[in-house]
């Protein structure tokens, strides 16, 4: 049948069930399905909105979902996928249920490159979200330079056994990426992600020579329980528990784990113990930004964190190392994550504000000046809107906005690419309008 000459007036949505029916049924080739997709343009008679995968159904993907389906005139079709498909149900239905549209629901794993090239093939996908977990950064790239589809991470590939972080394999991928005509963006949450773009705002708007960077992270929230993490806690205690690295006069400097804390006054919070820690945005900052003489990153820690954390390394129960026990070996690190608080559970119970922002020195027309760019975000209102807490809701919202502004053109190339490397300006202003609105202080 051809769809072109009839009068046929279906949904797109409608249609869009009609081709995956068949799709599953015959497993058509790619050929066909391009083909069915050009029709529904004409039997729709519009041009067709945009197909975007999620994949990783936690607290930050559940805000993913949620803030893709407030800007469906972009995000036309939506599919969560992650390992245990209950969980994408779980979301799909809370949008629904706001009256935000449908989010089609799938089962992947994330660290076999074939079946997510099957899962974009299947929904043909325009750009995949990548949410789930550090480890799976490399096998979803490929399969986004396999199927040519643009790539969008929030997170820095970590391997599984090594409790390392760095954009090596990631940025050894830029070649792929051109090859393949695609957009690969990594680190689009807050912290990689936001702080970066403040930085190329500040970089653009306000200094010739940007020459100090410090990054300051406050969560304030408290959700009540004695320990528990923000967001997943294997990747959390990994970060906090390695030495921290900071960047001066061309070397990186390295200190021991929490061995360097200053007082920092939060706007809108107040002073907070603040820790110097190595964090990701830092590695290509310092390839991006020139002048740059020193970055630094600083995250609070409660006391009481802290001693609940210093017990649980002393006892072994962060390590990474596997153990035999009862002849089953297990990873403790992994164990602990099993037994604390699931943070996807944490947003109800989370009550109080973030801080995250940077602290830039610099010149500009000969003179020595200070800005200091920041977001205040609300735990609570971020559970209203999204049913997650602060930390998730803040990475959520840049994700969606980085695939948002790839989706539209206006951020565009080819190759792999850090967030300070693109105009920095409609990002801050999808910011503001999206819920994650900024401020900026000249500091005298
Ligand atoms: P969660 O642990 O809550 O969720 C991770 C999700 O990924 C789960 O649904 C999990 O599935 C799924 N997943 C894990 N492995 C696979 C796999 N092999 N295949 C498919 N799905 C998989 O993490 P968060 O939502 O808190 O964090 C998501 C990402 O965001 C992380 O990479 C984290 O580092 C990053 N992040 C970035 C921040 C930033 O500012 N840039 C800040 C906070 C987080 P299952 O439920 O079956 O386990």
Redesign the pocket.
């Known amino acids: 049948m051809d769809f072109t000459k009839t009068n046929l007036k279906i949904s797109g949505l409608e249609y869009y069930k009609i081709y995956l029916e068949i799709y599953t049924k015959y497993n058509l080739r790619n050929v066909y399905k391009r083909f069915m997709l050009i029709s529904l343009k004409k039997v729709t008679g519009k041009e067709m909105g945009k197909t975007a995968i999620i994949?990783?159904?936690?607290?930050?993907?559940?805000?993913v979902a949620h803030k893709t389906a407030q800007n469906r005139d972009i995000f036309e079709k939506i599919v969560l996928?992650?390992?245990?498909k209950s969980?994408?149900d779980a979301i799909a239905s809370e949008v629904a249920n706001r009256g935000l549209g449908e989010i089609i629901t799938d089962?992947?794993?994330?660290?076999?490159t074939d079946e997510v090239a099957e899962l974009i093939e299947k929904y043909q996908a325009d750009i995949v979200i990548?949410?789930?977990?550090?480890?799976?950064?490399l096998?979803i790239m490929d399969a986004c330079i396999k199927t040519k589809t643009h790539y969008l991470?929030?997170?820095n590939y970590e391997h599984p056994d090594t409790a390392k972080f760095e954009y090596k394999e990631q940025w050894a991928r830029d070649e792929a990426f051109k090859q393949a005509g695609v957009l690969g963006l990594l680190?689009?949450?807050?912290?990689?992600?936001?702080?970066n773009v403040f930085i190329a705002y500040a970089q653009k708007h306000h200094f010739d020579e940007i020459h100090y960077i410090d990054i300051f992270d406050c969560n304030d929230g408290d959700h009540g329980y004695p320990f528990a993490t923000?967001?997943?806690?294997?990747?959390?205690i990994r970060?906090i528990t390695a030495n921290g690295r900071y960047w001066e006069n061309g070397e990186w400097i390295e200190i021991p784990a929490l061995s360097k804390k200053i007082d920092w006054d939060y706007p809108e919070i107040g002073v907070r113990d603040s820790y110097l820690i190595y964090h990701?945005?830092m590695e290509s900052l310092v390839q991006n930004i020139p002048h740059l003489k020193r970055i630094r990153f600083f995250m609070t820690f409660s006391e009481k964190y802290l001693t609940h954390l210093r017990v649980l390394e002393n006892v072994g129960m962060t390590s990474i190392e596997p153990i035999n026990f009862n002849g089953q070996e297990i990873v403790p690190l992994q164990f602990l994550?099993a037994i604390l608080p699931?943070?996807?559970t944490l947003g109800e119970r989370t009550k109080g504000k973030t801080n995250?922002g940077v602290y830039v020195t610099g010149v500009k027309d000969g003179k020595e000046k200070t800005i200091y760019i920041y977001n205040v975000s609300q735990h609570e209102e971020a559970y209203r809107e999204t049913g997650a807490n602060g930390?998730?809701y803040?990475?959520?919202v840049?994700?969606m906005i980085g695939a948002k502004l790839i989706l539209e053109g206006k951020w565009n190339g080819e190759g792999v690419f850090n967030m300070e490397e693109f105009d920095p300006d409609p990002f801050m202003e999808e910011l503001n309008r999206q819920g994650l609105p900024w401020k900026l202080i000249e500091v005298e």
């Open positions: 994949i990783g159904a936690g607290g930050v993907g559940r805000v996928a992650s390992r245990t969980k994408c089962r992947v794993d994330g660290d076999n990548n949410v789930a977990l550090p480890y799976q950064d096998s991470d929030t997170a680190g689009s949450g807050f912290d990689p992600g936001v702080t923000n967001f997943n806690p294997e990747i959390n970060e990701e945005e994550k699931d943070p996807a995250i930390v998730s803040t990475t959520g840049p994700a």
